[in-house]
């Protein structure tokens, strides 16, 4: 459901440590640019693979996940969203989406005319690098997880992915180092990281008998943050600076 939303100065994301403010000059463009909110309900699907969506979105609130589907039906989760992520970039620069996105928990997005990105990029010179930041950010997560995927051993896959939740939902105000509340289930794990159910299964209970973790249906708990980011060769990256949003 499309409304027209909270004004732009009164962003909940402008009031986390993580989130960089904007100027004066940056905030009234960003109000031009915004075309309203997007409410939308756990599970449904806000972009769809080939589309050519004449919008693009900043997560306000809640977790999405971006995927793409074999043709044989098999899905493969690339990447979770949450607060002040960019969703649907690609059809700005593409003309069309080459995955889709799909929400995990109800979802609050910010809404802005994919037509207008290219304004960004001749008026306003620092928030176009905080979009060409957004996407390294991104390219250097998916580079890590497919580091994950090809050298790691499943038990490891595992901990990395709950390791790298963990510390973007606690920096991104969702969540604690030692706690995620989304209703991430193990199937979704099994999407991320080309395994069974079954083997994650399998993975988790001997992370449990590590007392790494623990998982239920309330949430994902961590045990021993500092033991599970050395199991997983995980580096944690969120406290390192600010980030910018659009």
């Not at 490891?156 to 939740?165: C, M």
């Not at 193990?186 to 069974?196: E, P, S, V």
């Amino acid at each position: 459901m499309k409304v027209e939303g909270i004004p732009c100065d009164k962003c909940p994301l402008r009031s986390r440590k993580l989130f960089r403010d904007f100027t004066d000059e940056e905030l009234r463009f960003v109000k031009r640019f915004k075309r309203g909110e997007l409410h939308v309900e756990a599970g449904a699907t806000v972009l769809v693979e080939g589309d050519a969506s004449p919008h693009l979105y900043t997560v306000l609130d809640g977790w999405a996940f971006r995927h793409k589907e074999t043709a044989d039906g098999e899905r493969q989760i690339l990447n979770f969203a949450l607060p002040g992520d960019l969703i649907g970039l690609q059809t700005a620069i593409m003309g069309r989406i080459e995955h889709s996105a799909t929400a995990l928990t109800p979802l609050r997005l910010c809404v802005f005319e994919r037509g207008d990105v290219w304004k960004i990029f001749k008026n306003h010179p620092q928030l176009s690098f905080d979009i060409t930041w957004l996407v390294s950010r991104e390219e250097r997560m998916l580079d890590r997880n497919l580091l994950s995927l090809g050298q790691r051993h499943g038990e490891q896959r595992v901990a990395y992915l709950v390791a790298q939740l963990a510390d973007r939902a606690a920096a991104a105000g969702v969540g604690t180092r030692h706690r995620i509340a989304a209703p991430l289930r193990q199937h979704h794990f099994a999407d991320a990281l080309g395994m069974t159910q079954v083997h994650v299964s399998r993975m988790v209970q001997k992370l449990r008998a590590r007392s790494l973790i623990s998982w239920t249906h309330e949430g994902l708990n961590i045990a021993n943050w500092r033991e599970l980011c050395k199991f997983a060769d995980y580096e944690p990256v969120a406290a390192r600076r600010q980030r910018p949003f659009i």
